[in-house]
């Protein structure tokens, strides 16, 4: 150190009976004017300014040109004073603001280095640690304690290309890259590349056991789903009115199934001749159709087929079921028609009501044999059953009992038709499984002959089965089963 300078500043001193101190005292204040809080107006400009103000400084870039600046060295510091250019000593760590740059340089071991600003952060290359609002260490070498955080993509007009890409790289395919998500610092879902180069998303409760969600098999692209990925609503509309589909629905599944046909009555009257049971009622048509969400997001107004009612008087034909039919803004986009009424028994057969039709037909009605026996309604394929044929009487007076009723069709279990009357009303059908399940119920058993009052056909269980139809009497006729109302299954697919 020398003894008339400061250590670091290199200001001089003041000797002892020095004359004109002043000179030595300014010298000193200018030199401190510099270099306190010192701020340059570039580091780029390479020809020397004309008249800049007293004071302004430089940090001269390579090949500096200008009577002043020519002799000078690239990175030296130079003030403009009293009309004269001088540089200035640097010491080692000085930190100089470069205005038109908005970033800070520091003098480290000969050179200026950048130590952050707009732009500007080569001095936080290649760091060991870097904590934001907490300490990082060296299990997590970088830490931020924040609320948020936005990364954003830099436009053209700022030199970028308006791309953003965030980039995670492992070392080989048996290592681990994902996002881990805690809740509580425990672990509750991970995403990423977890010992091999598939995608997948796992979840857990407690951080401990891990639950499979998909996997994307980065060798073709397929995705699989341990618990499925679907989601499937079915709504089953049993009167009429609205539906709109569900926001996450993207396809709706329809099926529509007709109202059941009822049954018809049997003959009354003591038998000189074959007398008949009335026919059973026909199932209700089964249509179907599969809906983009989007098209039909206005919602859709439904209306459901009735069941034909049952014959009341001896040898009176049932009533046809009701047609169910979808509509969207007022137009008719599917319709299942109603099954159709069995036949009064007479001194002819009863014959069977048709199944209703739409994609697949109902299954027909029972017909009163020509023995005045009875025949078993229809099991539906892929709908309701028909219901069966009441049981005559022959010209002997021997009685028949009726027809069983026909099997409805489910997709989960099949609904079994009711019971054949022998001596007795016929058994009502079975209802159909699960609701959002199934299409249709089992028809209704036909009503048995008898030498006094004859018996009832039997009742369409639930969607569109056909009733069943009544038995001959002596003293009264047996009526007619009422048909079952039909449905409309809407599946909301997402």
């Known amino acids: 150190m020398s003894d008339d300078q400061s250590a670091r500043l290199g200001l001089p001193y003041l000797a002892a009976g020095q004359m004109q101190k002043h000179v030595t005292l300014n010298e000193a204040l200018t030199r401190l004017d510099a270099l306190t809080q010192a701020a340059v107006v570039s580091r780029s400009v390479a020809a020397q300014p004309a008249d800049p103000p007293d004071g302004t400084m430089y940090i001269l870039p390579p090949s500096p040109s200008g009577a002043a600046w020519s002799g000078l060295a690239a990175g030296d510091l130079v003030r403009f004073e009293a009309g004269g250019w001088a540089a200035v000593d640097r010491p080692e760590g000085l930190a100089v603001l470069v205005l038109d740059e908005a970033a800070t340089a520091a003098w480290i071991d000969g050179a200026w280095v950048s130590i952050g600003g707009a732009g500007e952060l080569d001095a936080l290359q290649d760091l060991s640690l870097l904590g934001v609002g907490t300490t990082a260490d060296a299990v997590n070498p970088f830490a ?11 436009g053209t007009g700022e030199g970028g290309d308006g791309d953003l890409r965030y980039t995670l790289n492992k070392s080989a395919t048996g290592n681990t890259l994902s996002l881990l998500f805690q809740s509580g610092w425990s672990g509750r879902a991970e995403l990423g590349l977890v010992g091999d180069d598939d995608l997948t998303l796992k979840v857990s409760p407690d951080g401990a056991a891990w639950t499979e969600v998909m996997v994307v098999e980065a060798a073709t692209g397929a995705a699989r789903f341990a618990k499925g990925a679907a989601r499937i609503e079915t709504t089953a509309l049993t009167a009429d009115g609205g539906w709109t589909p569900p926001a996450w629905a993207r396809w709706i599944a329809v099926t529509a199934i007709g109202g059941g046909g009822g049954g018809g009555a049997g003959m009354t009257g003591w038998p000189t001749t074959n007398r008949f049971g009335g026919g059973g009622g026909g199932g209700g048509g089964v249509s179907q159709a599969m809906l983009p969400a989007a098209a039909v997001a206005a919602g859709l107004a439904a209306v459901i087929g009735t069941g034909g009612a049952g014959a009341t008087a001896a040898g009176g034909s049932g009533a046809d079921g009701g047609d169910s039919r979808l509509t969207l803004g007022g137009t008719t986009i599917l ?48 709908g309701p059953g028909g219901g069966g044929a009441g ?28 019971a054949a009357g022998a001596a ?36 369409g269980a639930s969607h569109g089965a056909g009733g069943g139809g009544g038995g001959t009497g002596v003293s009264a006729a047996g009526q007619g089963g009422a048909g079952a109302a039909g449905v409309i299954l809407l599946t909301a697919i997402g």
């Not at 931020?144 to 830099?154: C, D, E, F, H, P």
């Not at 058993?445 to 009742?459: F, I, L, R």
């Open 144 to 154: 931020a304690k924040l609320n948020k955080a936005l990364w954003t993509a830099r």
């Open 335 to 382: 319709t299942a028609r109603g099954g159709k009424g069995g036949a009064g028994g007479s001194a002819a057969s009863g014959l069977g009501g048709k199944g209703g039709q739409g994609d697949v037909a109902g299954a027909a009605g029972g017909d009163s044999a020509a023995d005045a026996a009875a025949d078993p309604g229809q099991a539906g394929l892929a």
């Open 391 to 418: 049981g005559g009487l022959t010209s002997t007076a021997v009685a028949h009992a009726g027809g069983a009723g026909g099997q409805g069709a489910s997709l989960r279990t099949a609904a079994a038709g009711g």
């Open 424 to 459: 007795a009303v016929g058994g009502a059908g079975s209802a159909s499984g699960h609701p959002s399940l199934s299409r249709a119920g089992g028809g209704g058993g036909g009503g048995g002959g008898s030498t006094g009052s004859a018996h009832k056909g039997g009742v």
